[in-house]
């Protein structure tokens, strides 16, 4: 079955520093690919996405994301972090060959200490 | 514009008792699904609606959950009867139609506790 792993758990980091959060997906074809992110007390929204052309997708809140596809790879970065990116962090893949349903990572959990 | 409704926000139960969530989705959305999130995981697809009608069903427990959207808006989702491994926050999510490019809006999520 394809399956979404994130690495890393928890993430503890202060303000100003990078952030990289690893997702690999197992392979399955043609896929497309999100970042989710659930800040506290709020729902689950949409971070970013990527669907095909520049594997460099850029997000909102200065969050860009690199697809790998030769690794099955789709790493969150931060360059400078803030106390306001404390939130969980869901990486989530649709494998095309088994419809268009979104499979998700076990989630990784960011504190920013100020 | 109105976000996707869940109600209850809690619901606390004994193991074999029945429970029953609500989701009322963004007007106009076509598409609704129902997630199972246990503590420590991320969501997990039960059932996935396209209007009133059944898109996929494959990681819904079947002996035991059912789902319905009788008039393609609102939609219940119920356990009957509960076990303790059931405990999560059931999430309800809407989007305008069934592909992939139409962004998932979530609701806040109902969470159970079964005892």
């Known amino acids: 079955a394809q399956s979404v792993s994130q690495h890393n758990h928890h993430v503890i980091l202060s303000e100003a520093a990078s952030l990289e959060l690893g997702c690999n997906y197992?392979?399955?074809?043609?896929?497309?690919?999100?970042?989710?992110?659930?800040?506290?007390?709020?729902?689950?929204?949409?971070?970013?996405?990527?669907?095909?052309?520049?594997?460099?997708?850029?997000?909102?809140?200065?969050?860009?994301?690199e697809f790998i596809k030769s690794k099955f790879s789709f790493n969150l970065r931060k360059p400078s972090v803030q106390w306001s990116d404390t939130a969980e962090y869901f990486c989530a893949v649709i494998f095309k060959a088994a419809g268009n349903k979104l499979t998700f990572g076990g989630g990784t959990r960011v504190l920013v200490k100020p | 514009e109105a976000g996707v409704a869940q109600s209850p926000r809690y619901k606390i139960i004994e193991k074999r008792q029945s429970?029953?969530?609500?989701?009322?989705?963004?007007?106009?959305?076509?598409?609704?699904?129902?997630?199972?999130?246990?503590?420590?995981?991320?969501?997990?697809?039960?059932?996935?609606?396209?209007?009133?009608?059944?898109?996929?069903?494959?990681?819904?427990?079947?002996?035991?959950?059912?789902?319905?959207r009788l008039k393609g808006v609102d939609s219940t989702l119920k356990i009957q009867p509960a076990k303790l491994e059931d405990s999560a926050v059931y999430l309800c999510a809407s989007s305008l139609g069934q592909g992939a490019q139409y962004e998932q809006y979530f609701g806040p999520g109902t969470r159970l506790t079964v005892t």
Do not use: M
């Open chain 1, 26 to 65: 197992s392979y399955g074809g043609t896929v497309n690919l999100f970042w989710y992110v659930q800040y506290p007390g709020q729902h689950l929204q949409l971070l970013l996405k990527y669907f095909s052309g520049d594997p460099l997708v850029k997000g909102i809140k200065g969050f860009e994301a």
């Open chain 2, 19 to 68: 429970v029953a969530f609500w989701c009322n989705p963004i007007s106009g959305h076509a598409t609704l699904y129902w997630y199972q999130q246990i503590l420590g995981q991320g969501p997990k697809l039960l059932i996935q609606f396209q209007n009133n009608g059944v898109v996929d069903d494959s990681q819904l427990p079947k002996d035991r959950f059912s789902a319905e």
